[in-house]
């Protein structure tokens, strides 16, 4: 398959790598664009080889945002009918094995909703996030107003959605957006080495365990913890369980065959 607007590519065999490739527009994020993404995210999720995606941008940006110069033109009509750009943006979610984002640069407007809808987010100290979708008349429309205030609370979302302002990649560590923060040269092995641990582990407990913390945000926690139990529960009827409890007690590393 051949793309026009990112790059894909796979590490080790394992980690399958999506990198958005629009430099001329900083990455900003068309249909064609979320379509490709889309497509290859399912091909990965799809192929039982890999266990592992990172997303990622070129070095002076993640995404800059959705297209302004696509979106300029649309009326209420266009972007009603076709559900502009969000049709596209539900593939993320659905996909079931782990998806990292490795920030660099901007990471704005659609580009940092893109960035929260990903497992988690790895950023380089260049690293800069915001919702600046206020200065050019609307808001947040890829889930911003929502994801951002269960990533960092009501203040800071309130402050970054309604001023616009960028955060750096230290106060978006800080506020619990960011899981780490890298030097800029650094990001890609930090991920690499990050989405490798995880391809070493059990396939179906990776999985669960993602299932299993997304599911924090769905429901109350008496369903969550009862979702967590029984999916715990089910594990017990993995071999991986039995390998990795084995593994353990007879102090070898082990080999999980992902079933
Ligand atoms: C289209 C964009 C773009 C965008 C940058 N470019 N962001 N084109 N859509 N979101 C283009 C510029 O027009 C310019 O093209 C080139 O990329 C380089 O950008 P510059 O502005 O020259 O770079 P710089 O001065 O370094 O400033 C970087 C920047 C700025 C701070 C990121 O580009 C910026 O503010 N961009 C817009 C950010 C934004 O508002 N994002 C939210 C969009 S709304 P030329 O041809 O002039 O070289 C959104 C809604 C999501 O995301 C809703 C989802 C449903």
């Not at 200065?135 to 947040?140: A, F, R």
């Not at 429309?141 to 960028?166: C, F, I, N, W, Y």
């Not at 990649?169 to 619990?176: L, V």
């Not at 529960?233 to 102090?251: I, P, R, S, V, Y």
Request: aromatic share 6%.
């Amino acid at each position: 398959m051949s793309y026009e607007n990112i790059e894909v590519r796979t590490e080790g065999g394992q980690v399958g790598i999506i990198t958005l490739n629009r430099p001329k527009a900083l990455n900003a994020l068309n249909g064609p664009l979320m379509d490709e993404l889309g497509t290859a995210l399912k091909a990965f999720d799809e192929d039982e080889a890999i266990g592992c995606i990172i997303i990622t941008g070129s070095e002076k940006a993640f995404a800059a945002g959705a297209d302004i110069a696509a979106m300029a033109k649309f009326n209420f009509h266009e972007v009603y009918k076709n559900d502009f750009i969000t049709r596209n943006w539900e593939t993320i979610r659905s996909i079931r094995k782990p998806v990292i984002a490795a920030v660099s640069g901007f990471a704005l407007g659609g580009g940092c909703e893109l960035a929260m809808m990903c497992d988690f987010i790895i950023a380089a100290d260049n690293a800069k996030f915001g919702q600046p979708e206020i200065k050019i008349g609307i808001i947040p429309g890829a889930g911003g107003t929502q994801r951002l205030p269960r990533a960092m609370g009501k203040s800071k979302a309130m402050d970054l959605v309604l001023t616009g302002r960028m955060m750096d990649a230290q106060e978006a560590e800080r506020g619990g957006l960011v899981s780490r923060v890298v030097p800029l040269d650094k990001l890609m092995d930090e991920a690499l080495g990050a989405a490798l641990m995880i391809c070493g582990y059990g396939r179906l407990s990776v999985m669960a365990a993602k299932e299993s913390v997304n599911r924090a945000f769905e429901s109350g926690l008496s369903d969550g913890v009862m979702f967590e139990r029984r999916i715990f529960h089910g594990l017990f009827a993995t071999a991986d369980q039995k390998e990795g409890m084995d593994a353990f007690l007879n102090k070898r590393a082990p080999k999980f065959i992902h079933g």
